[in-house]
């Protein structure tokens, strides 16, 4: 198996050629298998580096249809919950609003308080539904209430 950097950088020589001429043009990738497997050996790993959390930003933006690392990313929480502190510097729009997803399935202090600042950043590019409802449901969790949906 290649590296994340290999399999990120070999999607993005691929992207510069191919043709972004609809909304889910990354879906067209069809080495999603193996950098999907990149991003999740490098989440299940005892030791997430910062180069690593940069790479998955990446790969989780351009994953925006299918939501694979961000699933990944809920399988392995400890190392998710890094790359959501490093998202909230991130610029990539389709990387913050998966954060703010996973944020909503983890319970605690430390998600209740990255999310909020994704829903209370007004220069923030996530996109504020998902930051809402993932707020909403952390809410709900906090209070022992079920899931409102």
């Known amino acids: 198996m290649r590296s ?12 510069e050629n191919h043709p972004k ?6 879906t ?3 080495e999603w298998p193996a950098l999907r497997a990149a991003a999740d050996q490098v989440l299940a790993s005892q030791a997430l580096h910062d180069d690593e959390i940069q790479l998955l930003l990446y790969a989780l933006a351009r994953d ?14 400890d190392n998710g919950m890094k790359v959501a502190h490093a998202a909230v510097e991130c ?3 389709d990387a913050r ?11 605690g202090d430390d998600a209740r308080m990255l999310l909020r600042r ?9 996109a504020a539904a998902p930051c809402l409802r993932a707020l909403t449901r952390i809410r ?10």
């Open 4 to 15: 994340l950097a290999e399999e990120v950088k070999r999607f993005h020589e691929w992207a």
């Open 21 to 26: 001429d609809f909304g889910e043009w990354e």
């Open 28 to 30: 067209d990738y069809i």
């Open 64 to 77: 925006n249809e299918c939501e694979f690392i961000q699933a990944s990313m809920q399988e392995h929480p």
């Open 91 to 93: 610029p990539e729009p």
């Open 97 to 107: 609003w998966q954060v703010a997803v996973f944020l909503g399935s983890q319970d």
């Open 118 to 126: 994704f829903v209370e950043d007004a220069t923030s590019t996530c």
């Open 140 to 149: 709900h969790l906090r209070k022992g209430s079920p899931n409102p949906g």
